[in-house]
């Protein structure tokens, strides 16, 4: 079936340090889904960060992007420079363009930016 | 614009019993979708629906779960009965049909003990 792994359950970061959360898909029935990251930040709902729905295009969004990798079936996510507001539990997901567009979610990286 | 609006906020229950939480999707909406979120599986998704139709209800959630929509602006999930392992946070989330950016409720925090 269609799944999303981030291998990361949590990382830690100090303030203006770089930032990367590693996401990997497998869509065997779909082919070209759409990609998302959702974030969660303490005490309020998921909300959806940026989405890409071309192979190879970067979406961006408040500072982080992540690129469409379809030959490593990948969709990173980035940033130069993270903030303590940062800290969050973001979620890749994606969704079949062609079929009843439910997202497939990743199990989550709790990303903590120490100050 | 109304966000997606579950209640309650939070839970508690006595494994065994019948909980049901509520979910109020933004107007427009016809896909509404519920979720369990722990720290271990993520997010599972329980049930499905376009159109107040159920979609998809889950799979592996069948037997005590039951999700409703009785009309297009409200949504119920019932647990019944109730079991420790049931303790998680519910989220509803809405979307337009064919789009996947969806509109999240902040949850339903279930303590079942």
């Known amino acids: 079936g269609d799944s999303v792994t981030q291998t990361e359950g949590q990382v830690t970061v100090s303030e203006s340090k770089s930032l990367i959360i590693n996401c990997t898909y497998s869509?065997?029935?779909?082919?070209?889904?759409?990609l998302f990251w959702y974030v969660r930040y303490p005490g309020e709902g998921l909300q959806l960060l940026l989405k890409?729905?071309?192979?190879?295009q970067k979406g961006s969004s408040r500072g982080f992007e992540a690129t469409y990798n379809k030959e490593a079936t990948s969709f990173h996510l980035q940033k130069a420079s993270v903030q303590e507001s940062d800290s969050a539990v973001y979620y890749c997901?994606?969704?079949?363009?062609?079929?009843?567009?439910?997202?497939?979610f990743g199990s989550g990286t709790q990303l903590t930016v120490m100050p | 614009d109304a966000g997606v609006t579950q209640t309650p906020r939070h839970e508690v229950a006595e494994k065994g019993q019948t909980i049901i939480l509520k979910c109020e999707p933004v107007?427009?909406?016809?896909?509404l979708f519920w979720y369990r979120q722990t720290k271990i599986q993520g997010l599972e998704l329980l049930s499905y629906?376009?159109?107040?139709?159920?979609?998809?209800d889950g799979g592996a959630f069948k037997d005590r779960f039951k999700a409703e929509m009785l009309n297009s602006s409200f949504s119920t999930l019932k647990i019944q009965p109730t079991e420790p392992k049931d303790s998680a946070v519910y989220l509803c989330?809405?979307?337009?049909?064919?789009?996947?950016?969806?509109?999240f409720g902040s949850g339903t925090r279930l303590l079942v003990i």
């Open positions: 107007s427009g909406h016809n896909d």
């Open positions: 869509a065997t029935s779909i082919g070209y889904p759409n």
């Open positions: 997901a994606l969704s079949d363009p062609s079929g009843s567009w439910q997202l497939i």
């Open positions: 989330a809405s979307s337009l049909e064919g789009h996947s950016d969806y509109t």
């Open positions: 890409v729905i071309t192979a190879g």
């Open positions: 629906f376009r159109s107040k139709s159920l979609m998809e």
